[in-house]
């Protein structure tokens, strides 16, 4: 569940979570705020903060600023195929305040725009907006997961109309041949493979009585999920965006990109992984910067603590440091 997913929930629970100042408050029905969910609460309380203090400048735009101080050249950066922008916030916080960092939103997600089934669509988007509030550029950008083929495809299209495009970052994003069918087949055996492995190996050593209550409570949570999912357009709206970049991302046609390519990948095991992310050198023209993330870090994890902050050490020494006029833009 995303932090999204999760105060449309809190909504529906009537609970309501405000900001005062500098602090998120809340106030909820009585035995509502379980132990579990304030827990959720303390643990997704900066994603909480950015998510109420960007809900009124993001209106009407798929700009949604995270870190809107600062004179450098701005960073923008396109999320997974959930198309939650707030994936980023650890990644913007590490860099510092001087660093401007902004979320592509995916049409789709606000209730008034259709999600866009091809990622030349997306990108022209994000590209047209780009060009309206920072004319000239240069640009930099990034993209994580599947939201990479967004980035990698803007890359290409500012470049086709004349602009400066300094870096591009991919986090975690397969490369094009790893997205064939064959392979993603393969791919998704395997990982079932491996989460089934997983799961037994940690089952198999609690008490008998503690492995029933632990199966009892996950069918509890799958039917909660399949109940919301029912009721909660906003849910219905990201399925819309997850299931548009998926099948846009496998439909997507990459051609060689004129420039340089940084890749973040989780960790030096997951360059082995049938994800392929080395393969992008054949799609970069002027090289590939590669940089590896702990043993112990994963794709889901890579923007998350403690793995988060040494993606970031590493970005701050690939972004332009120098000031831009307007930098600050969208502020």
């Known amino acids: 569940m995303t932090t999204r997913d999760f105060l449309v929930e809190m909504k529906r629970l009537n609970v309501d979570i405000w900001m005062d100042g500098d602090r998120v408050r809340c106030s909820a029905p009585p035995t509502v705020l379980t132990p579990e969910r304030r827990g959720e609460l303390s643990r997704r309380r900066l994603e909480i903060e950015g998510l109420l ?72 988007r994000h590209v047209a907006e780009l060009i309206g509030t920072q004319p000239t550029g240069p640009f930099q950008l990034g993209g994580y997961c599947l939201g990479g083929y967004v980035a990698f495809e803007m890359a290409q299209q500012l470049r086709a109309i004349g602009r400066d495009v300094r870096t591009l970052v991919l986090f975690g994003t397969m490369s094009p041949p790893a997205l064939r069918p064959l392979n993603r087949a393969r791919a998704a055996v395997h990982g079932w493979t491996a989460d089934r492995i997983r799961g037994l190996r940690a089952v198999a050593v609690l008490p008998a009585g503690q492995r029933a209550r632990r199966l009892f409570e996950k069918l509890q949570r799958t039917a909660a999920s399949e109940e919301t999912r029912a009721r909660n357009d906003l849910v219905s709206r990201r399925e819309r965006v997850e299931e548009a970049t998926v099948g846009a991302a496998q439909k997507y046609r990459a051609k060689p ?24 050198s054949r799609y970069a023209g002027r090289g590939i910067d590669v940089f590896c993330g702990p043993d112990s870090c994963d794709g889901d994890s890579m923007l998350k603590e403690p793995s988060v902050g040494a993606f970031a050490q590493r970005l701050a020494c690939h972004l332009d440091t120098a000031g831009l006029r307007r930098a600050a833009a969208h502020r």
């Open 257 to 280: 990109y004129d420039g340089r390519i940084t890749l973040f990948v989780a960790s030096e095991a997951a360059t082995r992984s049938l994800d392929r992310p080395l393969e992008w």
């Open 53 to 124: 203090r960007a809900a009124d400048r993001a209106a009407g735009t798929s700009v949604v600023p995270i870190e809107r101080g600062g004179s450098r050249l701005p960073f923008y950066a396109v999320p997974g195929h959930n198309g939650d922008v707030f994936c980023f916030l650890r990644l913007a916080r590490r860099l510092g305040p001087n660093q401007p960092f902004f979320g592509l939103q995916p049409p789709g997600l606000d209730g008034d725009s259709a999600a866009i089934e091809t990622i030349e669509g997306v990108a022209a």
